[in-house]
């Protein structure tokens, strides 16, 4: 399990470890880990032509004393100081005794050019707000260059505490983080300017309870049920759907698709569009005559497809199991009746539908996708999984977010969020939390599309039915 620590918990256990190592020794870890991630980048590290942007602060120290070690093995290192009277002055000595060579900003942009690598040592992660108007100048030069890029813990200009980008920033191939991740690192619009991200481990001692939390195959694979001897199908878990319409009779099929691969033993479907869901998928337990009466089940999804079927939705959130509620779902239900359900209850909306349900802009939600999820998580005391280019799960209690790593544009197209759901409603049936189904979902539904798509177009049906590649992949399941 990856994880990301705040910028005051990380400073926290900066200073409590600087306090008991020699003065300038956790830098020098810093350095090292970031020389050698720069080394690793270059073709050779002799004859190469290196330009440190190099700010205030701790972070322009690093690249410095990280420039010092590139010039030790034989590269022509350049720092370019943007503010020369208050640059760290050991590391710009240590470049200096290594045979690098420090300028101002005048020509910058021209030895940006003829650069192999561009260190950006500009702000460090208590930055906040976008580059100032010279710094973007240079971070615009750097990626217009040949170039390869390095971020110094942190891409200038993104907020490392919430992803935020609010104003120019420079773009990094490769970003290179000391002790954890921060959670910008994890999340868009911020990741999408870290490139690569390598962890180097400089000896923090952090305490639990991080501010993310991304799983990978090992965590998801504990997560999944698997069926015991003495299992049955009802023993396993029976979920309900509660989805389609006349008019939407696809997002009904799909999401039963999605939750037959999802681990329950079976599927119970209520509502209009039953023909079709039986034509696909036989063994699906039909109803017409509403969720009261469709008979038990271990949990519900209800509101893809749904149309204006408020009855429906209602109904379902009078059940006392967990509720997965979606699309439609999320527009039609009342939300004192969700605040009020003593069964969990997992909301599952896109950007969109979030910045409906919070009475703002899209683009508020996704550019500070975390505050958004934790806003709707305690507004409506329920798990909501969010959505987007970086899916976001939080409970209603707070602490910890996870946030989702396998997921790839592709997924992107009408019906995927369907097959999302059906997946995540089964995995609440079969037992799993709302932040575990979700995030074993999320997980799951990412791999697939991923495994579907291989690099072309994909279909919410080929998603579908990727999810068992998905799962053994996950589980190292083979013949």
């Not at 190592?21 to 002799?46: F, I, K, S, T």
């Not at 290196?50 to 410095?64: C, E, R, T, Y």
């Not at 209850?345 to 996708?369: Q, S, W």
Request: glycine letters at 16%; one cysteine or more; charged letters at 20%.
């Amino acid at each position: 399990m990856r994880t990301a620590y705040s910028v005051e918990t990380v400073r926290t256990a900066e200073r409590e470890l600087m306090a008991r190592l020699p003065e300038g020794a956790l830098m020098q870890r810093a350095a090292a880990g970031l020389a050698a991630a720069c080394a690793d980048l270059l073709a050779g590290v002799y004859g190469s032509r290196v330009v440190l942007l190099v700010g205030s602060g701790d972070n322009g120290g690093d690249a410095l004393y990280a420039g010092a070690r590139l010039a030790r093995r034989g590269a022509g290192v350049t720092a370019v100081l943007l503010a020369p009277e208050r640059a760290h002055a050991p590391g710009l000595a240590a470049l200096r005794r290594a045979g690098g060579r420090a300028v101002g900003t005048a020509g910058a942009e021209e030895l940006i050019g003829r650069a192999d690598l561009v260190v950006d040592g500009i702000v460090g992660i208590g930055g906040k707000g976008g580059l100032r108007p010279d710094a973007a100048l240079l971070a615009a030069a750097a990626e217009r260059s040949r170039a390869a890029v390095v971020a110094v813990d942190l891409p200038s200009g993104v907020d490392a505490d919430t992803g935020e980008v609010r104003g120019a920033a420079l773009r990094a191939d490769l970003t290179v983080t000391f002790g954890t991740h921060k959670p910008g690192l994890l999340i868009d619009p911020a990741r999408e300017y870290a490139g690569s991200v390598r962890l180097v481990d400089i000896g923090l001692e952090l305490p639990a309870g991080p501010e993310l939390e991304a799983l990978q195959h090992a965590d998801v694979a504990r997560l999944l049920p698997v069926p015991a001897a003495q299992s049955d199908k009802y023993r396993r878990g029976v979920v309900g759907i509660a989805a389609g319409s006349v008019r939407y009779p696809g997002a009904a099929v799909l999401a039963v698709a999605g939750a037959l691969r999802g681990g329950a033993g079976a599927v119970r479907y209520v509502g209009p569009a039953g023909e079709a869901v039986l034509a696909r998928f036989p063994e699906t337990l039909v109803s017409d005559r509403g969720p009261h009466k469709a008979g038990r089940v271990q949990a519900w999804v209800v509101g893809p497809g749904a149309g204006d079927d408020a009855g429906t939705v209602a109904e379902v959130l009078e059940a006392d199991v967990p509720v997965l509620i979606d699309a439609d779902g999320l527009r039609l239900a009342d939300a004192r009746a969700v605040r009020g359900r003593t069964a969990p209850t997992l909301m599952t909306p896109h950007a969109g539908e979030a910045a409906a349900l919070l009475g703002v802009e899209r683009g508020a939600v996704e550019g500070a996708r975390l505050g958004a999820v934790r806003e709707l998580a305690g507004r409506y005391g329920a798990t909501v999984l969010l959505k987007g280019s970086t899916t976001l799960v939080a409970g209603p209690g707070g602490g910890t977010v996870r946030v989702n790593p396998t997921g790839t544009p592709w997924l992107a197209t009408a019906g995927s969020g369907d097959v999302l759901s059906g997946l995540a409603g089964s995995l609440l049936a079969a037992g799993l939390s709302a932040v575990d189904a979700g995030s074993a979902a999320a997980y799951l539904h990412g791999l697939a599309g991923r495994f579907a798509s291989n690099g072309a177009p994909v279909g919410a049906h080929d998603v579908a039915d990727a999810i068992p590649q998905a799962w053994r992949n996950v589980t190292g399941w083979s013949d």
